[in-house]
């Protein structure tokens, strides 16, 4: 407000180095505070004079440069196109070959706050040639250097295939996979995060990152003490398992289902959920993955987060994730039930102030509709005719109706568990497949019993 940025401008351009380095400080670390304070250095016309001589200038001043220009771009696409549009970009690539780290440092972590926001400004990072030059940084022996590197590869590839195949071309996954038993735990983050923004594309660009023998390795990351470097490792593994059944047999062969329920097992809150999702997409490819996840003992842990965990997005998580496991057969469906899990699921459907969110409703809804298509097995069925809604008592009762015509002794233990009366207090429409339903039950039974 008193006009200090129209008095730091001139300064930029000043004789004496420290006075322009120091200028460059204050102007970035204003701009980095708000993005009002950011828009004002733009509109100020700062920028190009900050370009100015930064070919011949110092490290120092090289270093503040990089900094206002990340301190700029990072607060929104706008602010980053201005950045772009005063021609930074080829300055700052020309910095990422400079001979001190600490500059190359700036210009990189600059860069990746650029091409994090969208797909466009990413590619004018690639065409400005910044991606073999940071897959150069990535074997730089300065471990600061490195982890930003591996995270503005991985700005630049989350957005589309084609980026990522850019930052394979410039063989950036060898250099990446060396680096999972890096003992530095920010490191290992930016690395993970990296090949995760690359397998998720395709195929074809998870198997490249499989190729890199990145199995078993990644698995010692799961039990890593860094919560970050847990969750990161673990949305790798599913980012590759998500693809193809072939893809998940290879992490089941490697042994990459138990790692990660254990994985789920020793931590809390939202490190869980790449977790539960890969056991989830294993789960949903086939019958044989499925039993993979159930005979690794997989089950109770996504139960448990079922109960122990209280944002609702994570709960529907493991919903989806048990609905993947039980949808395949009676067998699969069973598996499920048998651990309790039935009435959980039910009464997280039925407590309607547990989401307002109508997304996390459904999917509920739809992990116990595809495993109650399949539950043949009855005892676990029973206890949810005193609460199920119509919509989905109608697959419980279905099911009884499948069973209770060819087993005698099942029909038997409905009468005396008191299964057969609380069907009489079903109020279903007349003409529906519920009432259908409870028809074919009564048939089996004589009319006295009924009554």
Not at 59 to 79: C, D, M, N
Not at 111 to 136: C, F, K, M, T, W
Not at 150 to 155: E, R
Not at 212 to 240: H, M, Q, W
Request: aromatic share 4%.
């Amino acid at each position: 407000n008193s006009g200090v940025m129209s008095l730091l401008r001139p300064l930029l351009l000043d004789v004496v180095p420290t006075i322009q380095q120091t200028a460059a400080l204050a102007l970035g670390r204003l701009a980095n505070y708000n993005d009002a304070l950011a828009e004002a250095v733009v509109k100020g016309n700062i920028l190009p004079h900050l370009m100015c001589s930064l070919s011949e200038q110092n490290r120092f001043y090289k270093k503040a440069a990089a900094f206002v220009l990340r301190a700029v771009g990072k607060h929104s696409p706008q602010l980053a196109q201005a950045v772009v549009q005063c021609g930074a970009l080829e300055m700052l690539v020309i910095c990422l070959e400079d001979f001190d780290p600490g500059v190359k440092e700036a210009a990189s972590w600059a860069l990746g706050y650029i091409a994090r926001h969208n797909s466009e400004l990413s590619q004018a990072v690639v065409d400005a040639g910044a991606v073999p030059l940071l897959v150069l940084c990535i074997q730089e022996p300065e471990i600061a250097l490195k982890r930003i590197a591996a995270s503005t590869l991985s700005d630049i590839s989350k957005h589309s295939p084609e980026l990522a195949q850019t930052v394979v071309d410039a063989g950036a996954i060898a250099h990446l996979a060396q680096m999972i038993l890096n003992p530095d735990a920010k490191l290992k983050r930016q690395v993970l995060s990296a090949l995760s923004q690359i397998a998720k594309h395709s195929v074809d660009l998870a198997e490249l990152v499989v190729e890199a023998e990145i199995f078993p390795v990644v698995f010692t990351c799961l039990k890593d003490s860094d919560e970050y470097v847990k969750k990161n490792g673990a949305t790798l593994i599913r980012e590759i398992a998500k693809h193809t059944p072939e893809l998940s047999q290879l992490i089941v062969n490697a042994g990459g289902v138990a790692a990660v329920i254990d994985c789920i097992g020793s931590c809390r809150g939202s490190v869980r959920l790449p977790g539960i999702m890969m056991l989830g997409y294993v789960a949903a490819h086939s019958e044989n993955l499925s039993m993979a996840v159930i005979v690794s003992k997989g089950i109770p842990p996504l139960c448990a987060c079922l109960m122990e965990e209280h944002e609702d997005h994570i709960k529907a998580a493991a919903a989806w994730a048990l609905g993947q496991i039980g949808r395949h057969s009676p067998e699969h469906a069973r598996a499920v039930a048998v651990a309790d899990v039935l009435p959980t699921l039910l009464a997280m459907y039925m407590d309607t102030h547990s989401s307002e969110d109508l997304q996390i409703k459904a999917s509920i809804f739809r992990a116990l509709k595809s495993i109650l298509q399949k539950c043949t097995y009855l005892p676990a069925l029973e206890p949810l005719l005193h609460d199920a809604p119509p919509n989905i008592m109608k697959y419980i009762v279905g099911q009884f109706s499948k069973v209770l015509p060819h087993d005698s002794k099942a029909r038997r233990l409905f009468v005396t568990t008191g299964g057969l009366k609380k069907i009489q207090e079903i109020k279903a429409e007349p003409g529906s497949l519920l009432q259908e339903y409870i028809n074919i039950i009564n048939n089996c039974y004589p009319e006295e019993i009924v009554r």
